[in-house]
């Protein structure tokens, strides 16, 4: 098992644009799930984009030491939550028309937006998602 800061490096090392820290990757998908529950309203390719955030968390938790998982899954598993209850689950049916779906495993890319606006939502509701309108949220 590994720092955070080997952790970091070796995920760079494998194709990751930088040598990200749990804490701006923490923040990263703090920050979208805030969003995507107001509405979310830039395009499907910076939203798919964004999404990457919490893939990296999951590469990470594979080879972190035990105390740095204990001490972040509280907060990731809080998110997490918050990011279902502001997503639908339609097992990637409509992120897949936009984007290569990745394994079962990385659930997140199995749902989308609850609330549908801008940019996103006009491409999603074209590819089948039903949500709600922001002004009706």
């Given at each position: 098992?590994?720092?955070?800061?080997?952790?970091g490096?070796?995920?760079?090392?494998?194709?990751?644009?930088?040598?990200?820290?749990?804490?701006?990757?923490?923040?990263?998908?703090?920050?979208?799930v805030?969003?995507i529950?107001?509405?979310y309203?830039?395009d499907i390719?910076?939203y798919?984009?964004?999404?990457?955030c919490?893939?990296?968390?999951?590469?990470?938790?594979?080879?972190?030491?035990?105390?740095?998982?204990?001490?972040?899954?509280?907060?990731?598993?809080a998110?997490?939550?918050?990011?279902?209850?502001a997503?639908?689950?339609d097992?990637?049916?409509?992120?897949?028309?936009?984007?290569?779906?990745?394994?079962?495993?990385?659930?997140?890319?199995?749902?989308?937006?609850?609330?549908?606006?801008?940019?996103?939502?006009r491409s999603?509701?074209?590819?089948?998602?039903?949500?709600?309108?922001?002004?009706?949220?």
């Amino acid at each position: 098992m590994a720092t955070e800061t080997e952790v970091g490096d070796l995920l760079h090392q494998r194709g990751w644009r930088t040598a990200f820290t749990v804490a701006e990757r923490v923040n990263a998908w703090a920050a979208l799930v805030s969003v995507i529950e107001r509405g979310y309203g830039d395009d499907i390719y910076e939203y798919t984009n964004d999404l990457y955030c919490r893939n990296w968390l999951h590469e990470a938790w594979l080879l972190l030491d035990e105390h740095i998982v204990q001490l972040w899954t509280p907060k990731i598993k809080a998110l997490d939550d918050r990011y279902k209850a502001a997503t639908v689950d339609d097992d990637g049916q409509t992120l897949d028309q936009f984007h290569r779906l990745p394994g079962p495993e990385l659930w997140w890319w199995r749902r989308h937006p609850r609330i549908l606006t801008g940019d996103l939502g006009r491409s999603l509701r074209s590819a089948g998602a039903i949500g709600t309108d922001p002004d009706t949220a």
